[in-house]
């Protein structure tokens, strides 16, 4: 059974930055499309970063030029860099991915259980 594990939230200042980590069990990063999504207080979840088996990757526009998504494929982790941080990324950060295709444009399949990020002004 595959599990997505996140780690790295926490609570910090505006302007300040995390990253997170997805550490999955019985997956292979690299090998399909892993992504991170996020769900704020009273919205729903979207997805904020992805990339694919050939390493594209794509943002969504309110964390493009900010976060940055990473794969350790040796080390069998996923990464999200979170750079000048605003009270709006506040929200619950899950680790996704999908079990077959190479490109991010389906469904995905497998969910970590999230961690939280909170923003002060």
């Known amino acids: 059974q595959v599990r997505l594990v996140e780690s790295g939230g926490g609570s910090v200042q505006a302007g300040d930055s995390l990253r997170l980590s997805c550490t999955p069990f019985r997956y292979s990063v690299g090998t399909t499309c892993m992504g991170w999504f996020r769900q704020a207080p009273g919205k729903s979840r979207e997805k904020v970063a992805s990339?694919?088996?050939?390493?594209?990757?794509a943002y969504s526009d309110s964390v493009q030029d900010r976060f940055t998504i990473s794969e350790d494929v040796a080390g069998n982790k996923l990464y999200l860099q979170m750079d000048n941080l605003k009270p709006e990324d506040t929200g619950i950060y899950t680790c996704?991915?999908?079990?077959?295709?190479?490109?991010?444009?389906?469904?995905?399949?497998?969910w970590g259980q999230g961690t939280q990020v909170t923003v002060s002004p």
């Open positions: 996704a991915a999908t079990d077959s295709g190479h490109y991010c444009t389906g469904s995905f399949d497998y």
């Open positions: 990339v694919d088996f050939y390493g594209g990757r």
